[in-house]
């Protein structure tokens, strides 16, 4: 079965190369890259990028940012396939101020990680921390969760994690944290590292 899964997203990562997307994406999947990773591409000051979590569905993104330099970072080893072939740590996002210097990235998008798996005070505290140490001055952190109570730990729509941080003024959502009409409530907030 793991063979197989791992054919069937190779030829999905190719045609999504090719302009062929076979895949049902969830609204929250198709938001991030339809709209959000399109306006991050566009954007000449966001070169230097760093996506945090990966998997199969994520495998063709080091290909959309191929004019960037664009890292991935995951901590299990079995999905550093999926990651930027060359520009991939496999680590925790805890750890992320370990693996960059400071203030060398334009942009952080961590998406689905907070509530799978980054869950105690401690280890969110340590990662917005890692993350701000990392951006450069106005550098953005684009970051995504699920406003649910089974992946909402710590409750973070009445909490202020993002110490460090102001609200984007001008996303490509319209607001600077958008909550999606999906079952899990998924949520994006866009943030600048003061």
């Known amino acids: 079965m793991s063979r197989l899964r791992g054919i069937k997203s190779a030829v999905h990562g190719r045609l999504i190369r090719v302009g062929i997307d076979i895949r049902r994406l969830r609204l929250d999947r198709k938001v991030l890259e339809r709209r959000i990773l399109t306006w991050v591409r566009a954007k000449p000051e966001y070169r230097r990028i760093l996506f945090v979590g990966c998997d199969w569905y994520t495998q063709h993104y080091p290909w959309l940012f191929r004019t960037a330099e664009f890292w991935t970072l995951e901590r299990d080893p079995g999905l550093a396939r999926y990651g930027a072939p060359t520009r991939h740590i496999i680590g925790s996002c805890e750890n992320v101020a370990e693996s960059f210097g400071r203030g060398v990235l334009d942009c952080v998008i961590c998406n689905g990680v907070y ?8 280890a969110v505290t340590q990662t917005i921390a890692g993350f701000r ?58 943030l600048v590292r003061q």
């Open 115 to 122: 509530g799978f798996g980054l869950d105690s005070e401690a």
């Open 133 to 190: 140490q990392t951006l450069r001055p106005a550098g953005l952190l684009i970051f995504g969760w699920n406003n649910v109570p089974e992946h909402d730990p710590l409750g973070l729509a009445t909490r202020d994690v993002f110490e460090g941080f102001a609200a984007l003024a001008e996303s490509p959502l319209g607001s600077a944290c958008q909550e999606l009409p999906t079952r899990n409530r998924h949520t994006y907030q866009f």
